[in-house]
């Protein structure tokens, strides 16, 4: 499996980006496609996951309300939507895939390179 994540970039607080990770590879052992992020000098965390599946979706209190993930099967690509962004969510944002979704980075098997969002005036 291979994971591609990209979209990231330099937003104002207050504005909104769409990370993207498009997979490639034998993913029906892996349907758990999940987002964390990196901030320097912090643990990765999760955000959210989706099971490509059934659809169902999973939020930490990271991602709640403010993110939104979503599965486009023609181009065989994850979403996160982020909204009403604030510099706290400056990181590098990663893109994961599991057999089943969850917080805890080391239940994804493979992972993306990982996409820089800064959020700055």
């Known amino acids: 499996v291979q994971l591609q994540a990209s979209g990231g970039g330099l937003v104002q607080p207050g504005g909104s980006l769409i990370l993207s990770c498009a997979a490639s590879?034998?993913?029906?052992?892996?349907?758990?496609i999940g987002w964390f992020r990196q901030a320097p000098g912090q643990e990765r965390k999760g955000i959210s996951c989706i099971n490509i599946r059934n659809l169902n979706t999973f939020y930490t209190t990271s991602g709640k309300g403010r993110f939104t993930i979503s599965k486009d099967y023609a181009k065989n690509t994850v979403y996160l939507h982020m909204n009403s962004l604030e510099p706290e969510d400056t990181a590098v944002y990663y893109c994961a895939s599991g057999s089943a979704c969850g917080s805890q980075a080391y239940l994804y098997d493979y992972w993306g390179q990982g996409t820089q969002v800064t959020v700055s005036s």
């Open positions: 590879g034998a993913t029906s052992d892996d349907p758990a």
